[in-house]
């Protein structure tokens, strides 16, 4: 008998609303893979064996599951956002272990839409920093276990990639969804500022960061984007198939350049930026290269920000129980909470850059500048260590975050190694759907393999 595990959203969906199966044989087929895998994953932080299936019975006997979007799909949400009836542990042994009397808007959107909850992820502790690794688990890339799966979202990166759910949602402070999803060979939109309901730790970073979708495919990606938004309430007919809003052609512009200066882009995801480039030119598109004029103090105001986010959602927990890396970067941020709550240097970055988005529609870089680091201990090892080996592999996703503009992480050819490379487009505010367009595109152009050969 064929699993539904490993197909995709929408897929099941339609199957669901159909009466080919029942979500509680969707689930089934998904717990089972989760059981069989996840040990070599580290996905998981806790998986709703028990839970998961009552509720796909639940969806089943709903009197709208013919008009729902998501009915029956199987997702895993980030361990940073609340479900009810599980705690929210954040990464942290310093994080209470008390159950949630509600959801997180954006899982109770999900829930609403048919989706049933079967785990929560792995992050890193507070979600701070690119490696996924702590108290409760480390995540690993499927594509390559002997490396980090990302982070802060790399447990729910972790869990698409290797087919244990179809979708899944993560988070974006300083580049918490797209790095995952560039390493692990997803789609992660980190949407614009207030696209998507918020409400992430104590005040989402000063408003940096975003609630996103991760998947395998830009249909998929549309789907949950468009239910996290909360635009989807019309008839199924408009939205379960996900057919895209026309939009204009975009001009496009294409930099390998590294915004923060003394880190450099390795050639094979610099190599993957300009093949992207010659494609979508080769399809019709106007690409041309153009750096944005990024300012010399942009990776101090970067440290600043990410600093003074951890500095607030580490008030009130017990320092003891927080691991030193932790301790030392909140303490470092404490010292810039002030001057970043004023949000001057924020507001200078985007005067600065929005000329070049006026003239371009479209930003296409690489994702990442190398490979992600190995699967380690990384949350027992110094703070500056992990500083520099964040920094280095990761210096293109946080202006976007500080701007508060739309972004996103797109798969495109591989590694060396054989593991997923990508690139990363960002847009204006309110440039969502051309950002899927041009996904789409590439989807066309340059096909992927959307789970690990893990069988």
Not at 27 to 40: K, M, P, S, Y
Not at 184 to 192: E, N, S
Not at 443 to 450: D, Q
């Amino acid at each position: 008998m064929t699993s539904w595990a490993g197909r995709t959203a929408a897929e099941i969906a339609a199957a669901v609303r159909e009466k080919r199966v029942t979500p509680r044989e969707v689930v089934a087929d998904h717990l089972a893979r989760i059981e069989a895998l996840d040990g070599r994953i580290g996905a998981f932080r806790t998986v709703r064996a028990e839970a998961a299936p009552a509720e796909a019975d639940e969806v089943a006997g709903r009197a709208d599951l013919a008009e729902l979007p998501l009915a029956g799909v199987p997702v895993a949400i980030k361990d940073n956002l609340a479900v009810r009836g599980e705690s929210t542990r954040n990464g942290s042994d310093a994080t209470p272990r008390t159950p949630a009397a509600g959801d997180h808007v954006t899982v109770a959107r999900l829930r609403a839409a048919g989706a049933v909850v079967v785990g929560l992820t792995n992050v890193p502790e507070l979600c701070v920093f690119g490696t996924t690794d702590g108290a409760h688990g480390t995540a690993r890339n499927p594509w390559d276990t002997s490396r980090t799966a990302g982070g802060s979202s790399g447990g729910s990166a972790a869990a698409v990639a290797a087919g244990l759910v179809p979708l899944a949602l993560g988070n974006d402070g300083m580049g918490s969804l797209r790095i995952p999803a560039a390493n692990c060979g997803l789609l992660g939109l980190k949407p614009g500022f207030g696209v998507v309901p918020a409400d992430i730790g104590h005040g989402d970073w000063f408003g940096m960061s975003e609630n996103g979708p991760l998947a395998t495919t830009v249909e998929d990606t549309r789907l949950m984007f468009r239910i996290l938004a909360g635009t989807d309430t019309g008839p199924i007919s408009a939205i379960a198939t996900a057919v895209p809003v026309p939009v204009p052609v975009p001009s496009i512009a294409l930099s390998v350049r590294s915004p923060l200066v003394g880190v450099t882009v390795t050639r094979p995801y610099a190599d993957a930026a300009r093949r992207a480039a010659e494609l979508l030119a080769g399809s019709g598109l106007t690409v041309r290269p153009a750096d944005p004029p990024y300012p010399l103090w942009l990776g101090t105001t970067s440290l600043a920000h990410w600093t003074a986010g951890t500095a607030v959602d580490a008030e009130g927990l017990d320092p003891k129980l927080l691991t030193r890396r932790t301790r030392v970067h909140a303490a470092v941020g404490r010292r810039f909470v002030k001057g970043v709550r004023a949000g001057d240097r924020r507001e200078l970055l985007r005067r600065r850059l929005e000329p070049f988005f006026a003239e371009h529609d479209v930003l296409l870089t690489p994702a990442l500048a190398r490979r992600g680091p190995a699967a380690a201990n990384w949350h027992e090892r110094g703070w500056l260590r992990n500083l520099l080996v964040n920094t280095n592999y990761s210096p293109l996703t946080p202006p976007w975050n500080l701007t508060g503009w739309p972004a996103m992480s797109v798969p495109f050819g591989t590694l060396p190694s054989g593991a997923p490379c990508a690139v990363q487009l960002v847009g204006r505010p309110g440039s969502e759907p051309e950002l899927l367009a041009v996904a789409g595109r590439l989807e066309e152009l340059n096909p992927w393999r959307r789970t690990a050969p893990l069988d």
